[in-house]
């Protein structure tokens, strides 16, 4: 199983960046998708997740309203759209799969992609 992350970069406060992670050995029908990320220093947290149709959707508080996650399941790919991105959101971002979304949301995965890097400066 791999799930390949891409999308991440620089960029200055304000601005935005789209996420993309494609899975590989995986039907990601079959699963929630999530994405986590991790902070130089500080251990990884939850960013967002969506069940396996993208009904349900959860996101961590302080991303609320600027981030989106979505999912083509015909493509096998699931997106983070970030807008109004803050220096705090520099981090490593990671995409994950578990059964269920809810399980993500509490930290719980089944598998993890390698991380892409966002930096969010001015």
């Known amino acids: 199983v791999q799930l390949q992350a891409s999308g991440g970069g620089l960029v200055q406060p304000g601005g935005s960046l789209r996420l993309s992670c494609v899975a590989n050995?995986?039907?990601?029908?079959?699963?929630?998708m999530g994405w986590f990320r991790q902070a130089p220093g500080k251990e990884r947290e939850f960013v967002a997740a969506i069940s396996w149709n993208g009904r349900n959707t959860y996101y961590a508080d302080d991303v609320k309203g600027r981030f989106t996650i979505s999912r083509d399941n015909a493509d096998n790919t699931v997106e983070l759209q970030m807008l109004s991105l803050k220096p705090d959101d520099t981090a490593i971002y990671y995409c994950?799969?578990?059964?269920?979304?809810?399980?993500?949301?509490?930290?719980?995965?089944?598998?993890w992609g390698q991380g892409t890097q966002v930096t969010v400066s001015s």
């Open positions: 994950a799969a578990e059964v269920r979304a809810m399980l993500l949301v509490g930290g719980n995965v089944a598998y």
């Open positions: 050995g995986l039907t990601i029908s079959n699963y929630g």
